[in-house]
């Protein structure tokens, strides 16, 4: 992370391609984004992230004004903690409350994102994979994620933009245990067997979610598209399904492009088949094994 670090003291100063090579240039894998925005360029997204030069050159020459996304987990070498900023509420209160327990107080460096949140990075660990808590508005982008880095930038609807910034950095910095992150957060868990009996179809979002990612292997995918459901139900959009119930099947041990299919497939069924179609008593939940 030392290398690291004595590069994002500079990044800001440097153009988007030139910070995009330099990335590349300590190890860290990058990928395009559309210019002012965080959705990837590329047909495979995170997956195509890459050190070589010459690649990440020719991306940069293609789109100039392209964000730069960065792979998380074991790819880059860091692991990040994302508090979110939205006008529903703020991760700072949980945030703080995981550095007092210094489970979050490791970090090494603080990026300042454009809604007014902030991505703490750690070292990085070869087994963390991504979740999401709405309720605490917190993220964990590890194996299977990637953060939008300095200096790209994201555009408002009133046409301004808006950086992202580093704010601190330590040169001394330990790993995060995103397990530990989120067993702190979390909503509590039903008392009863909360993997063999699913939460019923009007319960919290939060609570299906922790149910999915306590599935055994075998009732994984299953588990995940009657979760889909209950989503759509509720009326979240399919984006937000995907970072909370997608974090949740990975952390589950779904494999992340299976359970996106598996995501979309619900969604589909829900708003283009017949009503009748995806009526709750004809989508039950699963059959679970012991």
């Known amino acids: 992370m030392l290398t690291h670090a004595t590069l994002l003291r500079r990044i800001g100063d440097l153009s988007l391609s030139s910070a995009a090579e330099a990335y590349a240039a300590v190890g860290v894998p990058v990928f395009p984004c559309i210019p002012g925005g965080k959705r990837p360029l590329t047909r495979h997204g995170f997956h195509d992230a890459t050190t070589s030069q010459a690649r990440v050159h020719a991306w940069w020459q293609r789109w100039p004004e392209a964000n730069i996304g960065l792979a998380t987990g074991s790819r880059s070498g860091f692991d990040v903690v994302d508090v979110d900023v939205h006008p529903s509420g703020s991760g ?17 460096c603080l990026v300042r994102t454009p809604s007014g949140g902030l991505h703490a990075y750690y070292p990085g660990t070869a087994t963390q994979r991504c979740w999401s808590l709405a309720s605490a508005h917190i993220d964990f982008r590890g194996i299977g994620g990637y953060v939008i880095a300095p200096p790209s930038t994201v555009t408002n609807d009133d046409g301004s933009h808006r950086s992202y910034l580093v704010v601190a950095i330590r040169h001394r910095a330990q790993p995060v245990d995103g397990e530990a992150v989120w067993a702190l957060l979390a909503p509590p868990m039903p008392t009863h ?67 996106h299919v598996t995501i979309r497939s619900a969604y589909r069924r829900h708003f283009h088949s017949p009503p009748q179609a995806v009526h709750q008593h004809e989508i039950s939940p699963p059959v679970l094994m012991p």
């Not at 945030?95 to 970090?107: M, P, V």
């Not at 139900?233 to 359970?259: C, F, I, N, P, Y």
């Open 92 to 108: 700072f209160r949980a945030f703080r409350s995981a550095c007092r327990a210094g489970l979050a107080d490791g970090w090494a």
């Open 193 to 259: 067997d909360s993997t063999s009996t699913p939460p019923q179809a009007d319960a919290s979002i939060e609570r299906i979610a922790a149910w999915v990612a306590v599935q055994p292997k075998g009732n994984r995918n299953s588990a995940l598209y009657w979760a889909a459901h209950r989503y759509a139900e509720h009326g979240v959009t399919e984006a937000s399904a995907h970072r909370s119930l997608g974090a949740a099947a990975q952390r589950s041990g779904l494999d992340a492009t299976e359970a």
